[in-house]
Nanobody, 115 residues
């Protein structure tokens, strides 16, 4: 069974930092790309970053580029999202995602940035 478990969310002041983790099980982790999405109240879920398998190449949405960094530790089957210079508009539930025959999602972790 494929499982993704996010952690690391919380309440932080604007300008602060958080590091999210996504622990993955049930797949050969180093063969799959992992994405981070977020969904703010009343808005659609959006892809903010992903990291590919093999070359570990990364992509970022313009809204987080230069502030967020995605990385993976294949020995720990974990993907991280380092979030710096957080803004109130980063407030959302953050989800990690992968595709193995179908899409799999974690349960999400709440990030709240106060102004």
């Amino acid at each position: 069974e494929v499982q993704l478990v996010e952690s690391g969310g919380g309440l932080v002041q604007a300008g602060g930092s958080l590091r999210l983790s996504c622990a993955v099980s049930g797949i050969t982790f180093d063969r799959y790309a992992i994405g981070w999405f977020r969904q703010a109240p009343g808005k659609e879920r959006e892809l903010i970053s992903c990291i590919n398998s093999g070359d570990d190449s990364t992509n970022y949405a313009d809204s987080v580029k230069g502030r967020f960094t995605i990385s993976r530790d294949n020995a720990k089957n974990t993907v991280y999202l380092q979030m710096n210079s957080l803004k109130p508009e980063d407030t959302a539930v953050y989800y990690c995602n992968t595709h193995y025959l179908k899409a799999y999602w974690g349960q999400g972790t709440q990030v709240t940035v106060s102004s």
